[in-house]
């Protein structure tokens, strides 16, 4: 019922468009411009306001240097930090010792590696909106399943 009412409205929008004079179109485009240019003035002013405090904020942070990662699982090789032992002395967060064995990743295709790795105006493209590609199709396939 609700798409209905917004076609309609939708509709009814269109014809007092369609009536309406070059006078009364651009003072309909003038205010909506001033609107837009509000909200964006004050949203940008907000923002401002929020990054002044934000920067007043002072944060002493210690540097800890954790060392080179010289511990290494007796499975799967994976190298750890001295401290990352569990209670039995064991690594185990990674292969939960030899129980979780990975098969080897399989080639890239061609065209994935074309994408990633060349300069041409695809591949600078794909890599400036790859965020939004992954989104759109882990959306897609959670709809599939």
Same mark, same amino acid.
């Given at each position: 019922?609700?798409?209905?009412?917004?076609?309609?409205?939708?509709?009814?929008?269109?014809?007092?468009?369609? !009536?309406?004079?070059?006078?009364?179109?651009?003072?309909?485009?003038?205010?909506?411009?001033?609107?837009?240019?509000?909200?964006?003035?004050?949203?940008?002013?907000?923002?401002?306001?929020?990054?002044?405090?934000?920067?007043?904020?002072?944060?002493?942070?210690?540097?800890?240097?954790?060392?080179?990662?010289?511990?290494?699982?007796?499975?799967?090789?994976?190298?750890?930090?001295?401290?990352?032992?569990?209670?039995?002395?064991?690594?185990?967060?990674?292969?939960?010792?030899? !129980?979780?064995?990975?098969?080897?990743?399989?080639?890239?295709?061609?065209?994935?590696?074309?994408?990633?790795?060349?300069?041409?105006?695809?591949?600078?493209?794909?890599?400036?909106?790859?965020?939004?590609?992954?989104?759109?199709?882990?959306?897609?396939?959670?709809?599939?399943?």
């Amino acid at each position: 019922m609700n798409s209905l009412r917004t076609f309609e409205y939708n509709l009814r929008r269109r014809e007092q468009r369609a !009536k309406e004079s070059l006078d009364e179109r651009f003072q309909r485009r003038s205010a909506r411009i001033a609107a837009d240019r509000l909200r964006r003035v004050r949203a940008r002013s907000e923002q401002q306001i929020a990054n002044r405090v934000n920067s007043q904020v002072e944060t002493n942070v210690s540097e800890y240097d954790c060392g080179m990662m010289t511990e290494i699982c007796n499975f799967c090789q994976a190298l750890y930090w001295r401290n990352e032992l569990n209670s039995s002395n064991k690594y185990t967060k990674c292969c939960h010792d030899g !129980k979780v064995r990975l098969p080897n990743l399989a080639e890239t295709p061609d065209l994935s590696k074309e994408l990633f790795t060349n300069n041409s105006l695809e591949a600078r493209n794909y890599q400036q909106h790859i965020r939004e590609y992954n989104a759109a199709l882990a959306f897609v396939s959670m709809r599939l399943k």
